[in-house]
């Protein structure tokens, strides 16, 4: 293919990656969305206008990295902190229902595999898949209602950020266990390594971002440093230690999230991702999707995909924020508050056709589970908070 070609397949991916994203924003869905349909319509399965090149794969492998980089550095260590020991257990069930009835779905679907099997492993994937929580449609409603500052919506907020964690360690597990010549012991020890490794130069990492913020703050030297750091990072949890390159990229986000420019730093990196590399790595997914291969089977696990995923995190979070004391309708509030799907969805799943434990027909499944997520949350969330303003009046 000619070097020239992939200015046509950019420029094409970037007008109607936006465009298809404001026409979903007006229409209440998230952005991405649009540019995930944008892609489906250039693409191969309906006008044939991109395709999919090695170029556009290594674009979007950064736009994915620069994604967690920002969801790292956007982390409130503080909230975490404070609203700790609950918010755990309710991302901690709200990892463990889906992860487990995501591949019991897809057991049922296919066969049930022994341990070890390549099916097992594709369906452990499918549950991780259903782990990820996107909580900025959720945030976005209760700011309009005025609830984010209250307890649930505290609650809320940082067992998502919790939630995303543990399903990040969660795919870095899956992904171990299905290389070839790996083992669970190496796994476990991999991955722990990695982490002691992460305390380690994090701290000195934190120290010398700290020292170099203060005397030079407000500079662009700054997100320049972080953007290498987060590159470093990703690059050694995978070469290194066998690691997914999005949980380096993360983890470097939450070294640096504390240090007084991280906003700063976030500002420039969602710069270079909302311009480019989002809507690349957005769009891909389109391009992937093959709607053309969508059987009948396809479409009904899709259903059966899309409906396990609402109510898996409802009764998940939901019970254990009823044990955790919450009455039964703010534990309601908060299971419907972490039911969305968004970002970490897609790059879980992007992950797993990397590592072949998912075939691009899945996309549509997944992809179908965000938009219903998306729109059925802030409906559901006004409902039960305008039953609070009704039961208070009477």
């Not at 463990?96 to 995501?102: K, S, T």
């Not at 993360?250 to 420019?261: K, P, W």
């Amino acid at each position: 293919m000619e070097s020239y070609v992939v200015f046509k397949d950019l420029a094409i991916i970037l007008v109607a990656a936006k465009f298809c994203g404001i026409v979903a924003r007006k229409c209440k869905a998230p952005q991405v969305v649009g540019e995930i349909i944008a892609g489906l319509i250039i693409g191969p399965s309906i006008l044939g206008w991109v395709n999919q090149s090695d170029f556009l794969v290594q674009m979007a492998e950064v736009g994915v990295i620069l994604l967690m980089f920002s969801a790292g550095l956007e982390t409130d260590l503080k909230d975490l902190m404070k609203t700790g020991p609950i918010a755990a257990l309710i991302a901690c069930a709200g990892v463990f229902i889906p992860l487990v009835c995501g591949a019991l779905l897809y057991m049922a679907f296919y066969g049930f595999a022994p341990w070890g099997d390549e099916e097992f492993y594709k369906a452990v994937f499918v549950g991780t898949i259903l782990t990820a929580t996107s909580v900025s449609i959720t945030v976005e409603s209760l700011k309009e209602m005025g609830k984010l500052k209250g307890k649930v919506g505290t609650t809320i907020l940082s067992a998502a950020i919790i939630d995303d964690v543990i399903g990040i360690i969660v795919l870095t597990f899956v992904i171990g266990f299905k290389s070839p010549d790996s083992n669970p012991v190496t796994v476990i020890i991999n991955t722990v390594l990695f982490f002691v490794f992460a305390i380690v130069v994090g701290y000195i990492s934190y120290r010398i971002f700290k020292k170099v913020d203060a005397r030079y703050p407000h500079t662009r030297r700054i997100p320049i440093a972080g953007l290498a750091f987060c590159l470093a990072m990703a690059y050694i949890a995978e070469r290194y230690f066998g690691i997914a390159d999005i949980t380096g990229a993360y983890v470097a986000g939450i070294i640096l999230c504390s240090i007084r420019d991280s906003e700063y730093i976030a500002q420039k990196m969602d710069t270079n991702s909302y311009m480019m590399f989002g809507p690349v790595f957005f769009a891909s997914i389109g391009l992937k999707t093959n709607v053309e291969s969508v059987s009948a089977g396809i479409l009904l696990f899709s259903l059966a995909f899309v409906a396990v995923g609402l109510v898996s995190k409802i009764i998940g979070c939901g019970l254990m924020a009823k044990l955790c004391r919450f009455d039964g309708i703010d534990s309601l509030k908060i299971g419907v508050g972490m039911m969305t799907r968004g970002e970490v969805a897609l790059i879980v799943s992007q992950k797993g056709l990397s590592a072949g434990l998912l075939t691009p027909v899945y996309f549509t499944s997944v992809i179908l589970l965000i938009i219903v997520s998306s729109i059925s949350t802030p409906i559901i969330l006004k409902i039960l908070y305008a039953r609070d303003k009704k039961e208070a009046a009477a």
